[in-house]
């Protein structure tokens, strides 16, 4: 689809004005057509799930910091409410937070009322006309969660001139499962949308007076996951170009160190110059941003962070450059996180349609304990040469490698600090066994192997097919273990670590 063609073909293609607060638009109908990608590979993604939102908002109110918000009685102006509770909701949620503020006083700073679309209307909605698609017709307001609000202002500056102001808020959402890609693929197209709205201010008590307001709208085609929706790629697809960090379906990088993260899509035929995109890391298990970095306390009270996720905020990157550097020490070793690159669309369709699709494009993240990271991690004197902290030296002196006191934990500058791994015999079986514990938090950074030996001369490293030997491997530890019952002199082993 050409984006310019669209463009041109549909602004001023309906002409009714709005109303606008500092640049925004407050009258308008929102289109979203949102996915959730989750790359595990380098060429490899999981569809999420996603949904298709359409949001109709028409006139605005602005809630003022007050302690009295949400009480059943007036507040006055005092410190802990600047301007007292200067309005009084008659219908609606005043907040959005799901609750009903029917009877409950706020303070609020301004409010513009509706002056297009009506409230309390949204079974008048319709969808008139889509590109073709497997998209169900007819499309009423049947499934609409109408927020629309009924309040009088002002009690506190003209109470003998209260004024009653409408606010037209509703918002339908069809919901995609993660197995239903194809479905949303299919139902939810690029193309020209017709909506019909109900016009505010006519008596809909006489059916023969009921007007409508109809927008166009333009969807205009959007970035997706590699390899993309006809799953040949052409070079538009998104997709985290870190190839040789992929190991288990994460990318591994060890926090300690500056990186940077690359990846490919963004180009001038997949955004317009009003999109944004975002870079966010996350913790796993909570979702909560952690980076850009916040405060991360917990609220005695609740047990809840201090700073929920509502306020915390990506960082937006420009979408040319196509990468983003992590600086060291914002995390450590271990933690449970993912990065995630978000993409909003913010295109003005027409004088009352907004496309404010979305992208989110997340991967799975494990933070390492790289040999790089420790020795930069003032595990070494200040100001010790390079040559000397180098992976296959030996700072102490005491004959093993500084890797090889990191990937067995003793302290490389430590000469007292040894680590001699020393096989046994097993008392039932006569079989040797040497156990290995591993560093934690190494991913796959270092390779931990044994070699034995039978006159100190000749070694021999395990592998798979050793006939003499078994060897097995966890996240914590090596073990191996000689097939026959091997006499005590031939029980000789020496540890081979190996970075990756």
């Known amino acids: 689809m050409n984006l310019a063609k669209y463009t041109a073909a549909l602004m001023g ?28 590979g380098p060429e490899d993604f999981e569809f999420e799930g996603g949904e298709w939102n359409i949001l109709v908002l028409d006139g605005t109110v602005v809630v003022a910091p007050c302690l009295g918000n949400g009480s059943p009685f007036p507040t006055f102006p005092n410190q802990l409410c600047p301007l007292g509770t200067t309005a009084l909701i008659d219908v609606g949620d005043a907040d959005f937070d799901g609750v009903r503020d029917g009877g409950l006083f706020w303070s609020i700073s301004s409010v513009i009322p509706a002056s297009v679309f009506a409230p309390f209307r949204s079974n008048l909605f319709s969808l008139e006309a889509a590109p073709p698609s497997k ?32 606010i037209t808020n509703y918002v339908s959402s069809r919901e995609y499962g993660p197995s239903e890609f194809d479905k949303q693929v299919e139902e939810i197209v690029p193309g020209v949308y017709q909506f019909r709205l109900p016009r505010q201010g006519v008596d809909f008590n006489d059916p023969s007076q009921i007007k409508y307001v109809y927008a166009n709208h333009a969807h205009l085609e959007m970035l997706e996951a590699y390899p993309g929706l006809g799953f040949v790629p052409v070079g538009n697809e998104f997709r985290v170009v870190m190839d040789d960090r992929w190991r288990d379906g994460a990318i591994e990088f060890d926090p300690r160190l500056s990186t940077d993260f ?11 110059a009003s999109d944004i995109a975002s870079f966010s890391i996350k913790e796993q298990e909570t979702d909560l941003t952690v980076f850009p970095p916040y405060f991360n306390g917990i609220d005695p009270l609740t047990g809840q962070p201090a700073l929920p996720e509502s306020l915390r905020f990506p960082q937006e990157v420009p979408f040319l450059t196509n990468t983003i550097t992590l600086g060291p020490y914002f995390f450590v070793p271990g933690e449970q996180l993912y990065a995630e690159v978000g993409f909003r669309r913010n295109f003005q369709s027409s004088a009352l349609t907004i496309d404010q699709s979305r992208r989110s494009f997340r991967w799975d993240l494990r933070l390492v304990d790289s040999y790089e990271g420790f020795r930069v991690s003032d595990n070494f004197p200040p100001r010790t040469l390079d040559e000397l902290t180098a992976a296959n030296s030996d700072f102490d002196g005491d004959g093993m490698t500084n890797l090889e006191e990191f990937a067995l934990q003793t302290d490389p500058a430590d000469p007292a600090s040894v680590s001699t791994p020393t096989p046994v015999l097993d008392p039932f079986t006569g079989q040797c066994v040497l156990t290995i514990p591993k560093r934690p938090n190494v991913g796959n950074l270092l390779t931990y192997r044994v070699q034995y030996s039978s006159d100190l001369v000749n070694w021999t490293t395990i592998t798979s097919g050793d006939p ?20 005590p002199a031939n029980c000789i082993t020496r540890v081979l670590i190996t970075t990756n």
């Open 262 to 272: 690359f990846w490919e899509g963004f180009t001038a035929q997949t955004v317009l």
């Open 13 to 40: 293609a309906f002409s009714l004005s709005v109303s606008l607060v500092q640049g925004q638009l407050i009258t308008f109908l929102s289109f979203s057509d949102v996915k959730r990608y989750k790359q595990v």
């Open 468 to 487: 003499l030997w078994t060897a097995t491997e966890s996240d914590d530890e090596y073990i191996v273990v000689s097939k026959l019952n091997s006499p």
């Open 135 to 166: 998209l169900p017709r007819p499309i009423g307001g049947t499934n609409f969660r109408d927020d629309s609000i009924i309040l009088f202002y002002d009690y506190i500056n003209a109470p003998q001139r209260l004024a009653r102001y409408e």
